[in-house]
C-alpha cells in the first residue's frame, strides 16, 4: 500500500509560483509513475502533468505546458510540481496519484493510489 502526502499549497497572486510536493512511503517510489490531476469547484477532475516510473519523456496538459514542470527526486521519495505564471483558472485542490510502472498516462483510472491533495488559490 502506497501513501501519498501533498504540501506546498497556498494563495498566490496571479503571474506568482508555487512548487508542490508529494512525499510518498509504503512502496519502491522508483516503480510508480507519478502523474498530478486537479480540481477545481463544480468541475470534474483533470490531468495536469505526469513522469514515467522509468525515466523518459514527461506529459503536460496544454493549459499548462511551458508554465510548469513536474519533477521527480527518488532518493527522496518525492515527486514536485513546479508552477511558474499562475493564472485564477490555475485554482483548484491538486492531488498526487501514483501507478505502478506506468508510463505518466493522462488518464484517472490508471492511477492506484491518490492523495488528499492540496489546494492552491490564484487571486486575481
Known amino acids: 500500500q502506497v501513501q501519498l502526502v501533498e504540501s506546498g499549497g497556498g494563495l498566490v497572486h496571479t503571474g506568482g509560483s508555487l512548487r508542490l510536493s508529494c512525499a510518498a512511503s509504503?512502496?519502491?517510489?522508483?516503480?510508480?509513475?507519478m502523474g498530478w490531476f486537479r480540481q477545481a469547484p463544480e468541475k470534474e477532475r483533470e490531468f495536469v502533468a505526469a513522469?514515467?516510473?522509468?525515466?523518459?519523456?514527461?506529459n503536460y496538459a496544454d493549459a499548462v505546458k511551458g508554465r510548469f514542470t513536474i519533477s521527480r527526486d527518488n532518493a527522496k521519495n518525492t515527486v514536485y510540481l513546479q508552477m511558474n505564471s499562475l493564472k485564477p483558472e490555475d485554482t483548484a485542490v491538486y492531488y498526487c496519484?501514483?501507478?505502478?510502472?506506468?508510463?505518466?498516462?493522462?488518464?484517472?483510472?490508471?492511477?492506484?493510489?491518490w492523495g488528499q491533495g492540496t489546494q492552491v488559490t490564484v487571486s486575481p
Open positions: 513522469i514515467p516510473w522509468s525515466g523518459g519523456l514527461t
Open positions: 496519484a501514483a501507478e505502478y510502472r506506468g508510463t505518466a498516462a493522462r488518464t484517472e483510472s490508471y492511477y492506484d493510489y
Open positions: 509504503g512502496g519502491t517510489f522508483s516503480m510508480y509513475a
